[in-house]
């Protein structure tokens, strides 16, 4: 069964750095490209970053390039969003989904809550 676990979520103030984790089971991690996506209140999805497997590319949405870097462990099964600068509107549910070959999103975690507010 595959599985995708975030955590790290929570409040923090503007300005400040939050470290989500993705931990994945189920599958084997190393090959999947992987993506965090967010959803901000009374929004639609936004894609944020992704990373591919072995080589690692990265890739990020304008609104984060800079701030956020998206990092992997495959040794411990887990992905990272590293978020720095933090500004209001990156308040959201940040969900990490898994790559499928087809480029769509075969699996996803159950999101953890970002709340940017002073």
């Known amino acids: 069964e595959v599985q995708l676990v975030e955590s790290g979520g929570g409040l923090v103030q503007p300005g400040g750095s939050l470290r989500l984790s993705c931990a994945a089971s189920?599958?084997?991690?190393?090959?999947?490209?992987m993506s965090w996506v967010r959803q901000a209140p009374g929004k639609g999805l936004e894609w944020v970053s992704n990373?591919?497997?072995?080589?690692?590319?990265?890739y990020y949405a304008d609104s984060v390039k800079g701030r956020f870097t998206i990092s992997r462990d495959n040794a411990k099964n887990t992905v990272y969003l590293q978020m720095n600068s933090l500004k209001s509107e990156d308040t959201a549910v940040y969900y990490c989904?898994?790559?499928?070959?087809?480029?769509?999103?075969?699996?996803w975690g159950q999101g953890t809550q970002v709340i940017v507010s002073s």
């Open positions: 990373i591919y497997s072995r080589i690692s590319n990265t």
């Open positions: 189920g599958f084997t991690f190393s090959s999947s490209a």
């Open positions: 989904a898994k790559v499928s070959e087809t480029g769509s999103y075969d699996y």
